[in-house]
């Protein structure tokens, strides 16, 4: 119960702080109090800095800021993220739940996008790296919300958010981001786990190279 109001009223504190709404879908309609901002761990709301990942909200049309994105993690609000920087980044770190789908590798992809009227976050390291040339193109396919984190993955671990190792099902022989030799020489990284416990590698300068068994790679 107490976890819930501090969730709550975090959305309030980040409400007022930033000037914005959060996304009708996001609210919860039988809330009828929150906490008072007198009530509320402050350690736990995302810092306010002067940086551009701070400042777009809900609202705008191209970019979503790290503190907003920041307060709907910590809200439990449903949220995709599709994380596009090579599988070699990734190893140590992810944003919740992230998909991973380096470049533009997601516009073949798109089967793994969630429905088009869903909030998709598209992010690189810096923020500068082709997220938001991406985010445009998935726009422009159908994925309306579809937006650039601003700042990238530096400034959302710079300011200590939440992250999660890149998920592998159990008993996996691989995890997403581990780097992987090929029976024929070939190296490349760990892309994808699929359902049947086959694998999708990465190769630099070639792309996506799979489905294959467990058997056919090496570490």
């Avoid at 919860?28 to 701070?54: F, N, Q, R, W």
């Avoid at 307060?71 to 998909?99: H, N, T, Y």
């Avoid at 998935?138 to 200590?160: Q, V």
């Avoid at 086959?198 to 090496?218: H, K, N, T």
Wanted: proline letters at 7%.
């Amino acid at each position: 119960m107490i976890r819930d109001r501090v969730k709550r009223a975090l959305k309030k504190v980040a409400v007022k702080a930033l000037n914005m709404e959060f996304d009708v879908e996001d609210r919860d309609p039988a809330s009828k109090t929150v906490g008072t901002v007198g009530e509320i761990d402050e350690s736990v709301i995302p810092k306010l800095v002067d940086g551009d990942g701070d400042t777009p909200g809900p609202k705008h049309m191209e970019d979503i800021g790290r503190t907003w994105v920041a307060a709907q993690v910590l809200s439990g609000s449903p949220l995709v993220f599709v994380d596009i920087r090579p599988p070699a980044e990734v190893v140590a770190g992810v944003l919740p739940g992230a998909i991973l789908a380096p470049g533009e590798s997601i516009l073949d992809h798109t089967d793994l996008l969630p429905d088009q009227t869903t909030r998709v976050t598209i992010y690189d390291q810096t923020g500068q790296l082709g997220s938001a040339e991406l985010a445009e193109k998935l726009r422009a396919a159908g994925w309306g919300w579809a937006r650039r984190l601003k700042g990238g993955y530096a400034e959302w671990i710079e300011h200590g958010e939440q992250t999660e190792l890149p998920r592998a099902p159990a008993g996996a022989a691989h995890k997403p981001g581990e780097p992987v030799k090929l029976a024929d020489g070939r190296q490349g990284h760990v892309l994808r786990i699929l359902d049947a416990g086959r694998y999708v590698v990465w190769i630099e300068g070639e792309g996506e190279v799979g489905p294959l068994d467990a058997d056919a790679l090496s570490t």
